[in-house]
């Protein structure tokens, strides 16, 4: 298997809902990661997870809360979104971080992604 | 940190020919470099990776170079086909202690039959 999935496509949320997003791959990867994209603007990474603890926060508002309950599974719950905070948000994954200590380049896996609507 | 420019307006080839995609950075060069392709909606698939000491890599119909000197990948794809129409990212790591992937802004590529 050399899929990272993505649930669900597509989501529309009120700015006062609670929702999550959710994420899985089944490559044995250890690292997995959020990334945010606006249309026409490249991926902006949010977090990284290695070996299921948080490494990377680049400095995401608390309203994105990201959760790893094990090697395989990735959330991001949402809670008093934004509309400015409407886009894809994709998932990726990696055999290992890309950390100072993994000492090699890593391809990252994307899912399909999670196209999100804040009314 | 590091800045990388892809040409932002789209590439319009006739199917056949070779479609050439820049990727300029403008700081330190980079251990590796990758090009994705992604697709309207779609996440980014990997295609190919080139390391620093490596000038030319290839895949079927696909060809990047690296050029540490002139801070520059280019990526071809010889005989395009329509369905090679996309848009194909650079990404290279950033030089702090993540080494997270940053992504160029992408080209946007057109292939007409």
């Known amino acids: 298997d050399t899929e990272v999935t993505q649930t669900p496509k597509h989501l529309v949320m009120g700015m006062t809902n609670k929702k999550s997003l959710k994420c899985e791959q089944h490559m044995g990867h250890r690292a997995m990661y959020w990334y945010k994209q606006k249309a026409k603007k490249p991926p902006e990474l949010m977090f990284v997870y290695s070996y299921e603890k948080l490494s990377i926060n680049e400095s995401v508002p608390s309203r994105f809360s990201p959760e790893c309950p094990n090697s395989s599974l990735l959330n991001l719950h949402l809670h008093a979104l934004q509309p400015e905070d409407s886009a894809l948000y994709l998932c990726?994954?990696?055999?290992?971080?890309?950390?100072?200590?993994?000492?090699?380049?890593?391809?990252?896996?994307f899912g399909p992604g999670t196209r999100l609507l804040v009314l | 940190s590091q800045k990388i420019e892809q040409n932002s307006e789209a590439l319009n080839i006739q199917e056949g020919k070779t479609a050439t995609l820049t990727c300029n950075y403008t700081n330190y060069s980079p251990a590796y470099l990758q090009w994705y392709r992604q697709d309207p909606g779609r996440g980014p698939v990997f295609l190919l990776l080139i390391r620093e000491n490596e000038k030319e890599k290839r895949k079927e119909r696909l060809k990047v170079t690296f050029d540490t000197t002139l801070k520059q990948s280019l990526f071809h794809i010889t005989a395009s086909q329509p369905a090679d129409s996309a848009t194909y990212l650079c990404a290279l790591p950033e030089y702090d202690a993540t080494n997270k992937l940053i992504f160029g802004t992408g080209t946007l590529l057109a292939v007409q039959p």
């Open positions: 990726a994954s990696s055999l290992r971080d890309v950390g100072p200590t993994a000492g090699g380049s890593e391809t990252q896996y």
